[in-house]
């Protein structure tokens, strides 16, 4: 079992930047990979960036380039996502995700199927 924790969401006005934290605990040893989605109300959960430790590689969805950064320190099994020049469409819950499943196609790393574990989750809320 993997345990997720996320920080540092809250309330913050167009703009403004935030970073959120994930942190893992448990059978962190299996984990391949960690991600980012959110869901705003009454949408569907959406990716938002990928890191791939056995790859070392990262992966964003395209409305997120530019905007927003995701980073981990395998040592500290920890994952961050950087957001800049937030937006009030940037409200949402954010989920940090874990998987213990090899992939090497990064494609795949936007498909919430292929995570394990998930966070609670934290609210973000932009403010116009």
């Known amino acids: 079992q993997v345990q997720l924790v996320e920080s540092g969401g809250g309330l913050v006005q167009a703009g403004d930047s935030l970073r959120l934290s994930c942190v893992a605990s448990?059978?962190?040893?299996?984990?391949?990979?960690m991600g980012w989605f959110r869901q705003a109300p009454g949408k569907e959960r959406e990716f938002v960036a990928a890191i791939s430790w056995s790859e070392g590689s990262t992966v964003y969805a395209d409305s997120m380039k530019g905007r927003f950064s995701i980073s981990g320190d395998y040592g500290k099994n920890t994952v961050y996502l950087q957001m800049d020049s937030l937006k009030p469409e940037d409200t949402a819950v954010y989920y940090c995700?874990?998987?213990?499943?090899?992939?090497?196609?990064?494609?795949?790393?936007?498909?919430?199927?292929?995570?394990?574990?998930w966070g609670q989750g934290t609210q973000v809320t932009v403010s116009s």
């Open positions: 448990g059978r962190t040893f299996s984990v391949y990979g």
């Open positions: 995700a874990a998987r213990v499943r090899y992939s090497r196609s990064s494609d795949s790393y936007a498909s919430t199927s292929l995570y394990d574990y």
